[in-house]
């Protein structure tokens, strides 16, 4: 059974940053595109990233384009999503997904 756990989310100014991570397990996470999703409060899912199997092709939503970055050590099986310039409107749930597997959520709260 397939599993992904997010970290790293936590409480951050505007301007900050942050680092997610998720970890992927009993599945072959490597052989897969990985996304990062969001949800804001009482609002629907956002998509916000995707990354391919080996690492090479990235794509952002534009509302974080030029301030987020995806990335993945499949060595490792994990993904990434570092976050600068963090702006109120990113507080969210963060999700990665990848195959049919969901992830917890990690929270992102962007306030002074």
């Known amino acids: 059974q397939g599993q992904l756990v997010e970290s790293g989310g936590g409480l951050v100014q505007p301007g900050g940053s942050l680092r997610l991570s998720c970890a992927a397990s009993g599945f072959t996470s490597s052989t897969y595109s990985m996304n990062w999703v969001r949800q804001a409060p009482g609002k629907g899912l956002e998509w916000v990233s995707r990354?391919?199997?080996?690492?090479?092709?990235?794509y952002y939503s534009d509302s974080v384009k030029g301030r987020f970055t995806i990335s993945r050590d499949n060595a490792k099986n994990t993904l990434y999503l570092q976050m600068n310039s963090l702006k109120p409107e990113d507080t969210a749930v963060y999700y990665c997904?990848?195959?049919?597997?969901w992830g917890q959520g990690t929270q992102v709260t962007v306030s002074s």
């Open positions: 990354i391919n199997s080996g690492g090479s092709v990235t």
């Open positions: 997904f990848s195959n049919a597997y």
